[in-house]
């Protein structure tokens, strides 16, 4: 169903959530609510926020000196107390203000003169139904009015076209309401029982819908391939290991042992390698790439982004040299012509690994055999791009890897029952790194930076944002600020730049021609940069735990002691727990905790919330019994109801991209 409104701005905005129909506007929920029930005005605290219903008892003055234009005027509330009421910049407010008359207010309360600055204000009673105002994640040019009149009018309609597709036996079971119902509970609660109740319900569709997708996935890769493949000789694959530059860790040994097993059994392999960063897992990855090329198929290895693709393609490049692999690299970039050429290659076997982006997956790449497919960070990629790409190649093995770990019952829930290998120790042992949180104008910073510079290891300045005039902290002005302290030596990448000049930066950082570099968190993803011993970081709080974790994990790859510093002048407490544990494992989990639903696998910045009620630490009873649930469906599609619902999530798996 098309989203209800005409206006273009609207249309945009929503889409940059992902949103282009009312069933989706629907299913993506507010992330709090305000609370606008009228409050007891008995024992007000000072700067406490509170809603009363006045009567405005002088003639609103409007007040332009000041630095933004002030409406003041004095009310009597329905509790006979008598305020100041302040209303700052929104001078069009004067019109509708009129003496005598009645407005709910809600407002910050100063116990000093009794005033009450107000945030916002409505003419009129507000009933007790409607007390309590969804607040959403918006783009900024929705505002949160228009967009709940939009929920509202989609509501009202959506009995044309919302159906409740729940299996009669599980909502029976677990006394569901109505889909319908709950989204309306959820949207517009009357109280914050409405919102417990009617989100109970949701979670279940989503999570059933989810662990569902996740076995019909599981179940296609666990089918018995076309076509055999021939068997890889450990041997030979431990010849590969002996010509490499280092000696494997114990966990990557296992994990490799682990991973051509799966490779050798009938079955199509469906696993994940998960470890934190830096922990190693490029090189199982490329191990596993090599024994695929032993059996004679093709490989591809798939990354988040071009700077990372290019990486592992050189490395890839790197350790092949000596066996006669055709490595090559698919990313947008590359010219029609040089696209064309490539493909061709692809589809008539001439090319044995391709590393890329998501390009690899696009409908015109075929390849004449693929029997590996690995993807790195795969949380970046939803479940359906994993599809995709397997079905490339009917005769897929399929590898997925994660930086963010995360504890092992937890990942076995989440993904599905899919096989796991896990790295935990790092190669580099003496790998250290010091975390500290200081302030902005803290003299370490400084001295830190020396010292590295004194000995020719890089430095990484990280800040969240690219630009801002009056935002000090932006990767900008930071620029600025660096290349006045340390001329000709300081490079700056941020996500805007076209590729070629981001890789021309990073090219210079790596042969440190220049030892810092100030960038956004494109670094999170995979560069290596084996000499950098100083990562400083500004409004680290506008990072996830886990996002922090991983940016720390670029210092120090060669063992030399490290640093970290979180730059803030604020007091958050969240930072502590990265200053004083160095387990990604444990910071994972912080993390959830920490986070709302969606935010948990950090697509959320992507524009995408992969959950939209679900936060897998919570509700990880629920998603144990929607995985059982799922099977259950799985073993018994002979019932209509089971089939029905299979069906249309079949469907989705299918029509979405
Ligand atoms: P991640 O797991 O974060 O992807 P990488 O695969 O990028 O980690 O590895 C981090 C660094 O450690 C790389 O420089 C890599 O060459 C190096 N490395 C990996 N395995 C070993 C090992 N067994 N011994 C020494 N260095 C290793
Ligand atoms: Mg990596």
Do not use: W
């Not at 090189?283 to 693709?309: E, H, K």
């Not at 050429?341 to 997956?361: C, M, P, R, S, Y």
């Not at 790596?510 to 084996?530: P, R």
């Not at 996830?544 to 510093?565: E, F, P, T, V």
């Amino acid at each position: 169903m098309k989203i209800l409104t005409n206006s273009k701005n609207i249309i945009d905005g929503l889409a940059k959530l992902n949103i282009t129909d009312s069933e989706t506007l629907l299913s993506y929920l507010p992330y709090r609510y305000e609370d606008q029930s009228y409050s007891d005005e008995l024992d007000i605290l000072d700067k406490e926020k509170i809603t009363i219903l006045i009567k405005i008892v002088s003639n609103p003055k409007l007040i332009n000196t000041g630095r933004v234009p002030l409406i003041t005027f004095f009310a009597i509330s329905s509790h006979h107390e008598f305020y100041k009421i302040n209303i700052f910049n929104q001078p069009y407010l004067m019109k509708s203000l009129l003496l005598n008359e009645e407005y709910s207010i809600t407002g910050t309360y100063s116990l000093k003169n009794k005033t009450l600055t107000v945030s916002s204000l409505k003419k009129g009673i507000i009933e007790s139904k409607d007390a309590l105002k969804p607040v959403y994640h918006l783009p900024s040019e929705i505002n949160q009015k228009v967009y709940r009149n939009l929920v509202k009018r989609t509501l009202e309609s959506a009995d044309n076209f919302i159906v409740d597709s729940m299996i009669p036996h599980f909502k029976e079971k677990y006394r569901l309401l109505d889909y319908l119902k709950a989204l309306n509970m959820v949207h517009f609660p009357s109280s914050f029982d409405d919102i417990k109740i009617g989100l109970r319900t949701l979670k279940y569709h989503e999570c059933l819908e989810y662990s569902l997708k996740n076995q019909i996935i599981r179940g296609e890769s666990k089918r018995l391939p076309s076509i055999p493949k021939q068997k890889i000789e450990l041997k030979k694959v431990n010849d590969f290991i002996l010509s490499l530059d280092f000696k494997l860790t114990k966990d990557q040994l296992v994990a490799v042992r682990e991973i051509i097993l799966d490779m050798n059994r009938d079955s199509l392999m469906y696993r994940l390698l998960q470890g934190d960063v830096g922990s190693g897992k490029t090189i199982v990855a490329l191990t596993c790439l090599y024994s695929n090329f032993l059996r004679g198929y093709q490989g591809a290895f798939m990354v988040p982004t071009d700077t990372l693709a290019r990486q592992q393609y050189e490395e890839a490049q790197k350790v092949f040299a000596k066996f006669n692999i055709k490595v090559a690299l698919l990313v947008g970039s590359l010219s029609t012509k040089e696209r064309n050429d490539l493909k061709q290659k692809i589809e008539n076997g001439e090319i044995n690994v391709i590393v890329g982006t998501h390009a690899l997956f696009s409908k015109d790449i075929s390849y004449m055999c693929l029997g590996l497919a690995i993807i790195d960070e795969q949380h970046r990629f939803g479940v359906n791009q994993r599809n995709l790409l397997v079905s490339k190649g009917e005769n897929c093995d399929l590898l997925l890897m994660s930086a963010t770990p995360i504890p092992r019952t937890l990942a076995l829930t989440i993904y599905g029952d899919m096989d796991i290998s896990t790295l935990n120790v790092f190669p580099n042992q003496k790998r250290d790194v010091e975390t500290k949180i200081v302030k902005e104008d803290s003299l370490e910073i400084k001295y830190l930076i020396d010292e590295m510079i004194e000995e020719s290891r890089q430095v990484f300045i990280v800040s969240s944002k690219i630009e801002g005039e009056d935002e000090t902290k932006s990767v900008e002005k930071l620029y600025e600020k660096y290349s006045l302290l340390y001329p000709n030596q300081v490079l700056l990448l941020h996500g805007k730049m076209d590729n070629d000049k981001k890789e021309a930066v990073l090219k210079q950082f790596l042969n440190k021609e220049k030892l810092i570099l100030v960038a956004t968190s494109v670094i999170e993803l995979g560069i290596n940069v084996v000499s950098a011993g100083l990562m400083i970081i500004y409004n680290p709080s506008n990072f996830g735990l886990a996002s922090l974790h991983q940016l720390r994990g670029r210092i120090s790859r060669d063992g030399n002691k490290g640093y970290c510093l979180l730059v803030t002048d604020e007091d958050d407490e969240r930072l502590l727990v990265l200053v004083e544990s160095n387990d990604g494992f444990k910071i994972a989990e912080q993390d959830m905790k920490n986070r709302g639903p969606g935010d948990m696998i950090g697509v959320r910045q992507a524009g995408f919330p992969l959950f939209n009620s679900l936060n897998i630490v919570d509700d990880f009873r629920m998603f144990e019994c929607a995985r059982d649930d799922a099977k259950e469906i799985m073993n018994n599609l002979s019932d209509k109801d089971n089939q029905r619902y299979y069906q249309m999530i079949l469907n989705k798996i299918n029509h979405q991209d």
